[in-house]
């Protein structure tokens, strides 16, 4: 007998009702065919910084701005500087130690508060250019609940707020400075209210085409779909006064997960710029995901005017200074995106390949839109982790059978090892062969490098914690001291054995997990490094003490590189 038929649960749909403040019957932008790249401006060190558990320190800070610069982004937003003493801090450091190469704005974020506005232009003293952010809310819900103000009100505070950014300028005469206003939560505002509150704000900043303002129109909380979003984009800048000397700008949010969509329909709708984060940090569900962006547009034809060839390295800088993993499924980037478990699509992919030339003209292959190698992945690597896994894969039996969680990275290295084996011997690989490659692989028997002991002593230098550490090793049998120093005890002793054996080698990525409970359990910790060729290798690393486990892990990952 069938199950009983379901009825689903009513939901309380009638507390809510659907906003389109735009109908346009004359539309235009679903005929427009993007291309060529908008304006893009990074907010990760502002919009993607304020929405982490643990906000960047300023190392994590310097990291994601170099990486930021390195893809080619012109215009950083680098931080709400009267808001947050690191965020004033940091500034003060890109602008004292010279860090701001000749071709990049830095952007700041200021609310229309006579204090916080003053504040910012004591931070951008001796800035060679800056973009200067100015906002306030605008919407009715925020006019009535928040300030107590009608519309006359509220727009006082955006002229006010642009009178006293105009007023200052003379505080810091060496910086070219450039204005961008934001009625914020615009989506949710009267689109008539809008247009007289940024006009009556350009009539105070008096843009010309050659010194443009720049109008970010946020989708503070994303509120309708794509297409509504099209329509009030192109009525926005069929209305707005002196077009030729606006720079329209989005700043989707990714509340109805639509805010890819919602920022092409933008684009194509007139937008000139838009502002959002690698991919896609932000509040709540985040911002718009630029890598995203810029990578349709690539497999479209059209330059996104990014540098995104390292996918894998730019992932790590996110992973490393969000402290936040990227999903393996988010396009481009997760690692299971090349990835095909059906092996009908594997097989249609093979032959893709197969009859794809090297020198080819166009790229053509069965659900790849785009060459994995133009963004430094590998495609053969991916299937091969999965050629191996049907009911017994080389994750599944690891950490089934001996207790090993490996990292989706260093599973696809382990599966490399793997496929030799199948392919030497023709036959299906066993549990137990899988095993010994496995220990043959990371842990050794008899390794040429051993950790015999080590001593950490913690230190403060300036308010901050310094780890320095004395290992003593074997090496073929030798004893071996080396000394080092660092922000922990894996820092320091990267320093210590590069110092002592002159070779190139640095730690990328670090995870690590127990096995087993109570005084049986063991830590294991694994790591993934470069080396003198700029591969990347993984070592492994077992101890009841997880820093010891760590420590082995990276001798094994130097031995692998330098063995």
Not at 192 to 203: K, N, Q, T
Not at 306 to 323: K, Q, V
Not at 531 to 541: A, D, E, S, V
Request: aromatic fraction near 8%.
């Amino acid at each position: 007998m069938p199950p009983a038929n379901v009825t689903p649960k009513k939901m309380p749909f009638e507390k809510y009702q659907p906003f389109i403040p735009v109908v346009l019957t004359d539309r235009t932008w679903p005929d427009v065919v993007i291309d060529r790249a908008p304006r893009w401006c990074s907010v990760d060190l502002r919009d993607g910084n304020q929405a982490l558990i643990d906000p960047m320190d300023p190392a994590r800070k310097l990291r994601m701005f170099q990486e930021l610069v390195k893809m080619g982004f012109k215009e950083i937003e680098v931080g709400f500087p009267s808001a947050s003493q690191p965020d004033f801090d940091f500034v003060r450091q890109l602008i004292e130690e010279d860090l701001i190469p000749d071709d990049v704005h830095i952007q700041v974020l200021v609310q229309c508060r006579q204090e916080l506005i003053e504040r910012t232009y004591e931070c951008l003293e001796g800035a060679p250019r800056a973009i200067v952010h100015f906002y306030n809310s605008i919407n009715p819900l925020q006019r009535e609940v928040v300030f107590g103000l009608d519309r006359e009100g509220v727009m006082s505070i955006a002229v006010n707020g642009a009178k006293l950014c105009k007023k200052l300028e003379e505080t810091i005469p060496g910086t070219q400075v450039r204005y961008e206003y934001s009625p914020e939560s615009f989506t949710l505002t009267e689109p008539d209210y809008a247009i007289e509150v940024c006009e009556a704000v350009m009539d105070v900043i008096e843009p010309t085409p050659d010194d443009p303002i720049i109008l970010n129109l946020p989708a503070t909380v994303e509120c309708y779909s794509p297409n509504v979003y099209g329509d009030v984009i192109e009525w926005f800048g069929r209305t707005i006064k002196q077009r030729e000397s606006v720079i329209v700008s989005l700043h989707p949010h990714n509340d109805r997960g639509c805010a890819v969509a919602a920022a092409e329909f933008g684009v194509m709708a007139g937008a000139d710029r838009v502002e959002g984060t690698l991919f896609g940090n932000g509040e709540r569900t985040g911002n718009v995901d630029v890598v995203n962006l810029a990578m349709n547009l690539f497999a479209n034809g059209v330059d996104p005017e990014l540098d995104i060839s390292d996918i894998d390295a730019l992932r790590r800088t996110a992973e490393y200074c969000n402290r936040l993993p990227v999903p393996e499924r988010l396009p481009y980037v997760g690692d299971l995106v090349y990835t095909a478990f059906s092996g009908s699509h594997q097989d249609a992919i093979k032959k893709g390949l197969d009859a794809l030339p090297d020198d080819y003209g166009r790229w053509g292959v069965p659900y790849l839109p785009i060459d994995p190698h133009h963004v430094g992945r590998s495609y053969e690597a991916v299937i091969r982790v999965n050629s191996q896994s049907g009911k017994g894969g080389v994750a599944y039996v690891m950490k089934e059978e001996h207790g090993f969680d490996l990292p989706r990275r260093l599973q696809i290295e382990f599966s490399k090892a793997i496929q030799h084996v199948t392919e030497n011997t023709g036959t299906e690989i066993s549990p137990n062969v899988m095993w010994d490659t496995f220990q043959a692989q990371y842990i050794p028997e008899t390794p040429r490098f051993r950790l015999r002991t080590h001593e950490l002593h913690t230190t403060s230098v300036d308010g901050e914690g310094r780890t320095r550490l004395a290992a003593q090793l074997e090496v073929d049998g030798e004893p071996v001291t080396v000394h080092g120093e660092g922000d922990g005890p894996v820092e320091a002793f990267v320093q210590a054995i590069t110092a002592h054996f002159d070779e190139p080698f640095d730690v990328v990525d670090y995870s690590e997990h127990a096995i087993g409970r109570g005084a049986d359990a063991q830590a294991v910790a694994y790591v993934e490094t470069t080396g003198p060729t700029g591969n990347l290798k993984w070592g492994l690393g077992q101890d009841p003490n997880i820093t010891t486990a760590s420590l082995r892990a990276v001798l094994s990952a130097f031995e692998r590189q330098h063995g």
